[in-house]
């Protein structure tokens, strides 16, 4: 019967026949409403609780108490989550001091790299947490003027500034990503595997860093609003609910992409490796990849919407 159940659910998720529920308005507030980490996903509800499933080996879905959360952020192996009163939370593997944030206070926005959390600053200031002997500390102490931040997964942080140039940093020479210190006109700065993704003021796309799949093959991409990158692809959330990815330069990688050409009403998106998933307005869940059977709790999920700034 177990095995049954198991097929049954895997169905589910590879056709994304959960949450089709009749097209709703658009929320502008779902940015950092989902995020997904290493085999694990997690979600804010509008009342201010967080959902998680998948993967808890380190205690990264221990999010159960949480409470008053507006945004979350997920590394490999650790959740973090802005209060609404600017504190900041984080639960799961520290062994890089990724979640040694108790003490921050007055943080506007957080993101994570695998191994490290950062922290901007209602004054423009970012904080970063204590990886790889306090690299990323002393880089950072010293911007200004900064309105977002990003980390990726391989060790670059970048930071948005206000005239849409960008302060970048790396802690390690895999994390290096050529030209990110050229871009101009950008209005929001993402997350990527072993890249940095920037949407211009114009909504278009710009992708820099190692990627062997294709993963800044976003040419003639238009009126996006939200940017993601896995080591597989990069998916880019149009305006109207849509999703659009980047197609792999090998034909064999084809099958093992999650296929999001169908999905409508999208309000935000999270990735990783070979996983998509995409929160819609109507406040459920969607889920495709190769192994999403982890995932499975979370297209049960309902209130991630509704949420108060």
């Known amino acids: 019967m177990k095995r049954i159940v ?14 089709c ?19 694990f996903l997690v979600a804010v509800k509008g009342d201010g609780t967080v959902k998680a499933a998948g993967n808890n080996d380190y205690g990264q879905c221990d ?21 609404k009163d600017g504190t900041v939370v984080a639960t799961g593997g520290n062994d890089n001091g990724q979640c040694d944030v108790e003490d921050w206070k007055n943080v506007k926005q957080i993101a994570t790299g695998d191994f490290c959390t950062i922290a901007l600053m209602e004054d423009g200031t970012v904080k970063a947490s204590d990886y790889s002997h306090g690299a990323y500390r002393s880089s950072v102490k010293n911007w200004t003027g900064i309105e977002a931040v990003a980390a ?19 802690n390690e020479e895999n994390g290096n990503v050529e030209g990110i210190a050229d871009w101009t006109d950008i209005a929001q700065v993402f997350r990527g595997f072993s890249t940095i993704e920037g949407i211009k003021k114009d909504g278009t796309v710009v992708v820099e860093g190692t990627a062997k799949l294709g993963q800044t093959n976003v040419e003639g991409w238009t009126d996006i609003v939200d940017v993601v990158s896995t080591a597989s692809f990069t998916l880019g959330l149009k305006s109207d609910g849509t999703v659009v990815m980047t197609k792999p330069v090998d034909a ?25 998933a995409g929160l819609k307005s109507d406040g459920t869940i969607v889920v495709r990849g190769i192994d999403a059977l982890p995932f499975a709790e979370a297209l049960f999920w ?8």
Request: with cysteine.
């Open 63 to 83: 999010v159960e108490d949480w409470r008053d959360i507006k945004q979350v952020a997920a590394g490999s192996k650790h959740t973090v989550g802005l209060k």
């Open 152 to 170: 990726n997964s391989r060790g670059r942080v970048v930071g948005l500034k206000s005239d849409g140039t960008v302060e970048t940093v790396s």
């Open 302 to 309: 309902r209130g991630i919407k509704g949420w108060t700034k």
């Open 6 to 19: 198991c097929i049954i659910m895997t169905v589910i998720l590879a056709l994304g026949l959960w949450g």
């Open 21 to 39: 529920a009749p097209q709703g308005e658009p929320d502008d507030n779902a940015q950092g409403k989902i995020a997904m980490g290493l085999e």
């Open 252 to 276: 064999d990688h084809v099958k093992d992409q999650p296929k999001v050409s169908d999905w409508t009403d999208i309000v935000a998106i999270a990735a990783l490796d070979d996983m998509a």
